[in-house]
């Protein structure tokens, strides 16, 4: 028998154990159904908030697809990767207990239900707002899902000796178990758990590569066979001008306190919950998570003429390591990938069971929880449709709408709502307009993947503050942003 399936096994028993005791823990200290399985029963702390935040932050891109990157054009990756660790940590800083405290206090078990109730206006405007921003989450996170459900099955395929549609099967059927057990502390909880093995797996890898040469002259030796590489020129892939490699930084920010799947843990947050302590901790887990890109660097100085670029991790750990370490960390690459996809099939759940739901019935159901986990069968069943019969061409760029369209919409009202207390046209317009504008910008403008969301965003935000102004007669005192938490 493959022992990579002994590991797979035991690993998956794990989760699904895991799952097990998170549902006792939501059942024993939720205050209804819908706060359970939706908000992790307002029980994630500082290490498991740090843990699940930084494993879908990272997730499969910083071990398959940034390596792919640095291999294809040099340590300009290497730069950009870093602004995740720095953006995620401000995005903690700034935002978790701000948004924690507002959920609380108005009401937000989603992020589409936290816009809606942040925001004053009537009941219709609510179920607008409501149902819009859970439509936009749905609609694109399935799209998103898509890429997520292919890299999957290809790793699970090549690792466990088997096709792709099995691998994405049988992936996605631990997550679906442990997702249904205990809803977003389940996410939470073994996403954590996924952390700890892509500290180790980042370190690892690391340590091999400057054992075998050390990183100044491993850097001299790419530079004599590529200057460019060493020393770029343009910030491709993030754009021509060599600025552009800076603006992930803002990218990041947003993408950790505005996207649905991500931001969600904020609301998540216990009452008592030291917000220092949980961003002193997302700090160095990003310093070490940003260290697998350098074995593109060594894959290119190994191998100059690999035709996948993506290759470099997967062969890295089968030319370089010892195939029990090279399985054990292809392992934690795996369910790094799957930390992304059970974090967002739970937000897709969500956005179907509740979002939706409530905004057309006017009402939550009696039965919330069973609901909620009968969404998360039926949006893996509709994911699964869409990415086996759905066209292969033109998915990443689809996706790359679809998340930036998300950022675009939800940045406005969830940002520029700490400064200005706004009603509900302002926030539905101002999504409208972020929305349709990172659509436009993707379509017809020649602006990179980081540089639409923050335009069209940025547009929203304008159309915001203008409207807020109007609607509201001026930007909040500061005794006002004190009173209502502020920042902190």
């Not at 300009?76 to 720095?86: D, G």
């Not at 179920?127 to 439509?135: D, E, P, S, T």
């Not at 993030?238 to 920010?253: E, Q, S």
């Not at 980081?450 to 940025?458: E, M, R």
Request: charged share 10%; proline share 4%.
């Amino acid at each position: 028998m493959n022992p990579n399936w002994i590991i797979f096994i035991l690993a998956s028993v794990g989760l699904i154990v895991v799952g097990e005791i998170t549902r006792r823990i939501v059942e024993r200290t939720q205050t209804s159904s819908g706060e359970g399985f939706l908000l992790a029963a307002k029980q994630v702390g500082a290490f498991v908030g740090a843990g699940t935040l930084m494993a879908t932050g990272f997730s499969g891109w910083g071990f398959i697809g940034s390596p792919g990157a640095t291999y294809a054009y040099g340590t300009i990756e290497i730069f950009a990767n870093y602004f995740y660790a720095p953006a995620i940590t401000f995005g903690v800083l700034l935002f978790a207990n701000y948004m924690r405290k507002q959920a609380a206090k108005h009401g937000g078990l989603t992020i589409p239900h936290y816009l809606a109730s942040t925001h004053r206006g009537t009941s219709n405007q609510k179920r607008l707002v409501h149902f819009f921003a859970g439509l936009a989450t749905f609609v694109f996170l399935s799209v998103y899902m898509i890429g997520q459900i292919r890299a999957v099955g290809l790793i699970a395929s090549e690792w466990l000796g088997i096709s792709q549609l099995a691998g994405s099967l049988i992936l996605l059927a631990v997550v679906v178990i442990f997702t249904m057990q205990g809803g977003l502390l389940a996410v939470a909880v073994t996403d954590t758990i996924m952390c700890m093995g892509m500290l180790i797996a980042s370190i690892v890898v690391y340590v091999v590569i400057i054992r075998d040469i050390p990183m100044g002259q491993l850097l001299s030796k790419v530079a004599q066979m590529n200057p460019e590489f060493i020393n770029p020129s343009t910030a491709d892939p993030y754009g021509v001008g060599k600025f552009n490699a800076w603006l992930v930084f803002p990218y990041a920010l947003l993408f950790t306190t505005v996207l649905p799947y991500m931001s969600v843990r904020f609301l998540s947050l216990k009452d008592d919950i030291k917000i220092h302590v949980m961003a002193l901790i997302t700090a160095p887990y990003g310093l070490l998570l940003s260290l697998p890109p350098f074995v593109g660097l060594y894959m290119y100085y190994k191998n100059p003429n690999l035709p996948i670029a993506d290759s470099a991790m997967p062969l890295f750990l089968k030319d370089f390591l010892h195939p029990a370490i090279g399985g054990m960390i292809m392992l934690f690459i795996l369910f790094a990938m799957l930390s992304t996809v059970s974090s967002v099939l739970q937000s897709l759940a969500s956005a179907l069971s509740y979002d939706m739901f409530v905004s057309i019935a006017n009402r939550e159901s009696k039965y919330a929880s069973l609901l909620n986990r009968l969404a998360v069968l039926v949006t893996t069943i509709w994911t699964l449709i869409l990415t086996f019969f759905a066209p292969q061409g033109m998915i990443t760029h689809i996706a790359y709408i679809g998340t930036g369209g998300l950022i675009s919409a939800f940045v406005a009202p969830t940002i520029m709502r700490v400064f200005i207390e706004a009603d509900l046209r302002t926030c539905f317009v101002s999504m409208l307009v972020g929305f349709f504008g990172n659509v436009i910008l993707a379509i017809w403008s020649n602006f990179g993947w980081v540089q639409i969301p923050l335009i069209a965003g940025a547009a929203g935000c304008i159309v915001y503050v203008i409207m807020g102004y109007v609607t509201n007669g001026g930007v909040r005192k500061p005794e006002q942003l004190e009173a209502s938490g502020g920042l902190s």
